[in-house]
């Protein structure tokens, strides 16, 4: 890894000593609730200055309908298959700050799934970068703008010296097309290599390479060019042994390969997300990717990793989820929280294939990706990550969080894996040990009271049975109590309602 350059501040924040925010006022717990039980109204800063939109502590104000002349606007507006969190009572969220969300009526609910909000919902820091540069210029990047260029110095100091160019996009969808659309110019091949339950964007492509997608009512499966091989889970997977799995999953590739080469064919790339979140959270075993990289690699094929959910250190221990098995992609995608909320994405990748996609004659040119704005929300993100050690504080309290729900095993039977890297953790819940039976109407169940507690989780996975923790990266200590406590006694009440 390059040593990096002097970090740079994008936009100082320093609030008043005296004034205090939701995490801190004497009279409530961390997790918004004040000791006698009331929820107080949220304050936070904003600059050196209370809210100002906060009124007789609601936001009711900030309304222009009521929550239900909303829901009726929206199953009338949006698309009918455009999801909704809690569908039968789905949450009005108005503000944001940091680990926390607030309804309308001003109600605080513990956040433990926006990986997107990476160092929190309106992180101070990036909402003023934002606005600062709002207020100067937001134009496309074929003009010269020195932060755009700042930032990309900064960001690829970050990755393994190898990879040396970056290519500004929007989304993560975008990301991994442009990805694929690399590599296929490079190989000159057409065929894509994928893994069981993986998710990578919403465009047609990346449907049919994504199983997660693919494989629902109506996903139409894989597109005829994409090969999904199994996802090396070593709880519920063919191979369990930590120390022989990693070789025996990246078999599966390999068998691919060599089918393809019978007929005649090559393999354009192997696309895989680095810890695969959609499909339950899954940390691979030991060697698995360095097997994988050299039998694609001995094919002729490049290794994308997908880093669009696990990157920006949130697994704790390295910067990057790839770093975990030592291994260097060719290409490497990554989005959501880059800009912390802002659209904003990326591709990173080497000399020789940038060279390649230059040497096609085709020029590459996105409207909004890598504009100033985007930019500079960008670096305010990477400023806040090194200056608030969000990486060390992620593999702290991951290791923290998986002991405490390591401990709830041990309790409860519908408990059977805790896995995870970091602050992207799963549970994994199942009505018997022995023959794994998914708990899948037991984890819906989970999510459902958790709500009614104002703690939001949601359930990954193919089977829906593993409930995800990804917060945001300012999470703490006293909210991984509190979420844990809470499991418990929701845990407790469904075993015992069910006989488990």
Request: hydrophobic fraction near 35%; charged fraction near 25%.
């Amino acid at each position: 890894m390059r040593a990096t350059k002097r970090q740079r501040t994008a936009c100082e924040y320093a609030p008043s000593k005296s004034a205090r925010t939701v995490d801190d006022r004497s009279t409530s717990s961390d997790d918004g609730i004040g000791a006698d039980g009331e929820i107080p109204s949220p304050v936070w800063l904003v600059g050196e200055a209370i809210d100002p939109s906060l009124k007789n502590g609601t936001y009711h104000h900030l309304e222009t309908q009521s929550k239900s002349e909303t829901i009726r606007k929206r199953r009338r507006l949006l698309g009918p298959n455009c999801p909704i969190f809690f569908a039968d009572n789905p949450l009005k969220i108005v503000r944001g700050h940091m680990q926390y969300l607030y309804e309308e009526n001003g109600t605080p609910v513990l956040d433990c799934i926006n990986n997107v909000c990476h160092v929190g919902h309106c992180h101070p820091e990036v909402v003023q970068a934002g606005q600062r540069q709002m207020g100067l210029l937001s134009t496309n990047n074929r003009y010269l703008h020195d932060a755009v260029l700042d930032y990309a110095e900064d960001l690829l100091s970050t990755f393994p010296s190898k990879l040396t160019r970056m290519f500004f996009v929007n989304s993560g969808t975008e990301a991994n097309e442009l990805a694929l659309w690399l590599a296929r110019i490079f190989t000159r091949q057409e065929d894509v290599i994928s893994l069981k339950g993986g998710y990578h964007g919403h465009s047609k492509l990346l449907v049919e390479v994504g199983s997660h997608k693919h494989d629902k009512p109506g996903g139409g499966g894989p597109g005829s060019f994409c090969h999904v091989v199994e996802c090396p889970d070593v709880y519920r997977g063919r191979f369990r042994d930590e120390d022989t799995a990693g070789v025996q999953y990246a078999s599966a590739v390999k068998e691919v390969i060599d089918e393809l080469q019978q007929k005649g064919k090559g393999l354009c790339a192997y696309l895989a997300e680095s810890v695969p979140s959609c499909g339950g959270q899954i940390v691979p075993p030991r060697g698995y990717f360095e097997n994988v990289y050299k039998h694609v690699r001995e094919a002729g094929g490049v290794c994308i990793a997908d880093e669009v959910q696990v990157g920006f250190g949130r697994v704790g221990s390295h910067f990057w989820g790839f770093e975990i098995q030592g291994v260097v992609p060719d290409i490497v995608t990554i989005g959501k929280p880059m800009g912390n909320g802002h659209p904003v994405a990326a591709v990173v990748t080497t000399e020789k294939i940038a060279q390649a996609f230059a040497s096609s004659g085709i020029s590459y040119f996105n409207t909004y990706g890598g504009n100033p704005v985007s930019a500079t929300i960008a670096q305010a993100v990477l400023d806040v990550i090194r200056r608030e050690d969000l990486q060390s504080h992620a593999l702290k309290l991951g290791k923290y969080l998986m002991g405490e729900l390591r401990k709830l095993k041990e309790k409860h039977p519908l408990v059977g894996d805790v896995r995870g890297a970091g602050l992207m953790v799963g549970v994994e819940l199942v009505t018997d040990r022995e023959t794994l039976e998914p708990a899948k109407k037991e984890a819906h169940e989970v999510i459902s009271e958790m709500k009614s507690r104002r703690i939001l989780l949601s359930v990954e996975g193919p089977l829906e049975n593993v409930i995800k923790f990804k917060p945001p990266m300012c999470f703490s200590e006293e909210n991984a109590d509190k979420l844990v406590a809470t499991l418990d006694e929701i845990l407790s009440n469904i075993e015992g309602g069910v006989g488990v």
